[in-house]
């Protein structure tokens, strides 16, 4: 069974700063990595979606990768804005299945 | 995401009741999850489904059950809930293996 891991739990930042956020996963077998954003109350916005064969995605401010070989995906956030304050979550499709991370709640102090 | 749309938003029930939760899109995917989020254990998957006439157990289906009656419409049903259902519920869609598109949720509580 994939395990999906996100370190740290919480993170505050001030504005402007550039972060990375962090993401691993055990079974290598991934078919793609997806990270998404939580807002209080709602739902999941997709943010980028890395298929298997890819290394990165990019998107506005946002560059995530993936190494399949070290089990780790990272999300970079350029500019960190008050707006980006929310919880990020990572999740692996292996086989037909995604396995989501328990996420990093973001917090940006303007 | 308004074209993913989740009914009720709330629901209190007690337990040994039946509850279905109700699922419809607007986005024409053929691709339909059911999910639970809990607190500490982040978004597991309960049922998945790739089309009208095909149903897949995810991780924890068990004390859950499963309808796709068109291709727009994906309910989940709790034959008889128990309180460690408790959770918040979500609804997603994708076409083929593009990204997941969720709906607000559905915060159900089991007494």
Known sequence: ?110 | DADVTQTPRNRITKTGKRIMLECSQTKGHDRMYWYRQDPGLGLRLIYYSFDVKDINKGEISDGYSVSRQAQAKFSLSLESAIPNQTALYFCATSQSNQPQHFGDGTRLSIL
Do not use: H, M
């Not at chain 1, 998404?36 to 506005?60: A, V, W, Y």
């Not at chain 1, 999300?75 to 991370?101: E, H, K, M, R, W």
């Open chain 1, 1 to 110: 069974k994939q395990e999906v891991t996100q370190i740290p739990a919480a993170l505050s930042v001030p504005e402007g700063e550039n972060l990375v956020l962090n993401c691993s996963f055990t079974d290598s077998a991934i078919y793609n990595l997806q990270w998404f954003r939580q807002d209080p109350g709602k739902g999941l916005t997709s943010l980028l979606l890395i298929q298997s064969s890819q290394r990165e995605q990019t998107s506005g401010r946002l560059n995530a990768s993936l190494d399949k070989s070290s089990g780790r995906s990272t999300l970079y956030i350029a500019a960190s804005q008050p707006g980006d304050s929310a919880t990020y979550l990572c999740a692996g499709v292996t086989g037909n299945q995604f396995y989501f991370g328990t996420g990093t709640s973001l917090t940006v102090i303007p």
